[in-house]
């Protein structure tokens, strides 16, 4: 069974129509006034009846029948989410292949663990912020331990700080 749902605006249209096709004729003071009794009815009636439909899925069910929700969902507190520090494309690709050109594949893979936790690993842990890519490009140059297991990092002096931070930032986008 499909449920029609008429919007007040359509039936108040049908019920002017209605009342102007009766004009002009020897009953049109009768007709109008029933016209507008209709109207009053029908505008009283759609204020009554008027519902607020939120769950779509319920009118497009083929088994059941369609129904209509009155309630109103209360709207969702709003999440504070810090901003996202703006990381260039070409800081990015800098990272990229400054890590092209040392040796961190030797310990570590983009999508896979190996002597060292995958990148993708490394991106989920750490959200991108400032702090964070300060705290991952401390590591690369001063190495670290205990974060991802026994093995530690070894310390890599001859990276500069910046360009450290601009291979912490490429890990860091590859969420």
Not at 148 to 163: A, K, L, R
């Amino acid at each position: 069974m499909k449920r029609i749902i008429f919007s007040p605006a359509f039936l108040i249209g049908i019920s002017l129509s209605l009342s102007l096709a009766g004009c002009g004729g020897p009953d049109s003071q009768k007709a109008e006034s029933a016209s507008e009794q209709s109207m009053a009815d029908t505008a009283e009636a759609v204020s009554d009846t008027t519902a607020v439909i939120t769950d779509t899925a319920t009118l497009a069910s083929p088994t059941e029948p369609a129904t209509a929700t009155t309630e109103k969902s209360s709207p969702k507190p709003a999440e504070k989410v810090k901003a996202k520090p703006a990381t260039s494309t070409s800081a990015i690709s800098q990272g990229k292949a400054l890590m092209a050109k040392s040796d961190c594949f030797a310990c570590h893979k983009t999508d896979v663990k190996l002597v060292g936790p995958a990148y993708e690993e490394v991106a989920a842990k750490y959200p991108d912020t400032e702090e964070n890519f300060s705290k991952l490009a401390d590591k690369i140059v001063n190495g670290g331990a205990g974060v991802w297991g026994e093995v530690p990092m070894s310390p890599h002096p001859q990276i500069s700080s910046s360009d450290a931070k601009k291979m912490a930032q490429y890990i860091l986008s590859l969420k």
